[in-house]
């Protein structure tokens, strides 16, 4: 089933039913508000049938409210990114983070996605922070470092704040948390900008660095332009050394094995980081911090192998796991890491709630599959159903789906770890995270600092997903198909996991590359050691 679905989704990428030139029309052209209302419509009873927890935060009358004054307010024709404005925040009221509007903008033809490729707009390099009401560039992959720590104030005649405001209405968080909005609003401002202004080749940015305010643009640039530059010139100073045969095997093996490493640790292009980070603090490796960035790409089994053999070799007292900005990713790798932190029997997850004995057939056949795919799918329907069959009952009215693999109950890793764990959270941690984190945080297991999570402590809809484009506008709507919690529960309902220890960052601990949440575990560590010790002494 895996293998079909990895095979479906790659058919469904490179495969299009529709022309570049028809789509792009579409979507630039004025929409009637009968056809638009007619989008609504559609829209809403797909959520009805396929999402499982509709109403879980919202109620059906308040839904219904917003739905119907969404389409008393079309009076008249918009363009697709108009009416994108008015509908993503609507369908934010569903309070359920998996639900989203997807963006909808011109499509390009081989020959200029080729073109495009070789180019960049540098603005994108950037990497944002928002703290204290403020848009910061927090990091910047390009080559101007010195902008890193300035203030975004306006982006061409747009005020930041006005910017932030509007977007922070298209997308939602889990239930009532709030912890996500200025989190996840930094973090994907490059894509909110370009879903709200479309393709552009420059910008015009307004700075402030600490009492200097000044106009920066960014342009459209060729992505070697710079490095084939240097190249050139290194290519005239030096001249070619000739390697050995020895040298030539010591080059192939130090690559392969850079690549095993990148696999590993799941290395991430763009900012030459990784997914997957772990090193030893402190004296005698009493400590250990492992970062993950999220739960997506990599071997992840062979580097918490790894892990967990290292420190059981060390016997480390300490583990830091940091999830600030994880945004989620595979059950199979929250599970498996899960085997190696608890010191007991587990279940991982609960049987997920869904509104259909063919879940999996619903994601196949949804209309944004191209039609090639839908064929082929509707060969191995048989299979597909009986598969889903197997796995689907009817408990309480309600139908469930069993990932039988996740909620059996099993035993701990053998090399499982037994020490103290400390876990580093904030709005940003979502789904997967936020999974991990309820069972830690539910079986006391580990100490929590940070932020609440902007995933539910009680789980949320996703596991697999069906993505629906209204017929009119062209506008995709992804919604999750299948309840996904674990055993763990809280009250009230509709909010994250909390820290015991509740720190957030501020723009001073910014400018002075101060970690708050981090250097309170190795202090709290610190104080404990230094305790230990003491009385150890007396005794």
Known sequence: MKHFLVFILILAYFTSCNSVKKYNEQITKLHTPEDLKTDVDKLYNQLQKHHPRLYQYTSKADLDYKFDSLKQSIIKP?????????IAPVVTYVKQGHVSTAYTVKRFTKKERK??????????????????????????????????????????????????????????????????????????????YTRDKGFL?????????????????FNRIAKEEKQDEKDSLEVEKAKPIKLTKQQKKDRRIAQRNKLKFNKKHGFISKSKTYTRNFKFTGKDSAVAYMKI?????????????????????????????DLR???????????????????KDYQFLNESEVNSRIPFLKFLMSNTMPNSAKVFSGLFSPFIAAHNL???????????????????????????????????????????????????????????????????YNGTVAGIYKVYQMPNSKIKVRMGLMQVDTPQKQSPDGYGVKPDIEIAPTISDRVEGKDPELEWVLNKIETNTSTVLNTSQKI
């Not at 910017?163 to 930094?186: C, E, M, P, Q, W």
């Not at 790894?306 to 059981?312: A, P, S, Y």
């Open 293 to 321: 960035r999220g739960f997506t790409n990599g071997n992840y089994k062979k580097f918490y192998k790894d892990v967990f053999t290292k420190l059981d070799s060390a016997k480390t007292q300490n583990l830091i796991l």
């Open 390 to 456: 197997i796995n689907t009952h009817k408990k309480d009215g309600k139908l469930y789906y069993k990932f039988r693999k996740y909620t059996k109950t099993k035993a701990p890793k053998p090399l499982h770890y037994k020490g103290d764990i400390y876990v580093l959270i904030n709005g940003n941690s979502f789904s997967a995270s936020s999974l991990i984190s309820a069972q830690l945080k539910g079986n006391n297991r580990a100490v929590f600092i940070g932020e609440e999570t902007g995933g539910a």
């Open 201 to 217: 080749d420059s910008l015009n940015v307004t700075l402030k660095h600490k009492d200097s305010v000044y106009i920066k643009s």
């Open 115 to 192: 073109k495009l490729k070789k180019q960049k707009l540098d603005f994108y390099d950037l990497e944002f922070e928002f703290l204290n009401d403020k848009l910061l560039v927090k990091n910047n992959y390009g080559k101007d470092s010195t902008i890193i720590g300035s203030e975004i104030i306006k982006i061409e005649n747009d005020s930041v704040s006005k910017l932030i405001k509007d977007y922070k209405t298209r997308f939602a968080s889990d239930g009532f948390n709030t912890t996500l909005h200025n989190r996840f609003v930094a973090k994907g401002f490059s894509v909110f």
């Open 78 to 86: 918009l363009n697709t990114r108009e009416f994108y404005k008015k």
């Open 325 to 343: 900005d994880n945004g989620g990713g595979r059950i199979a790798e929250i599970d498996y890491l899960y085997s190696y932190l608890t010191t």
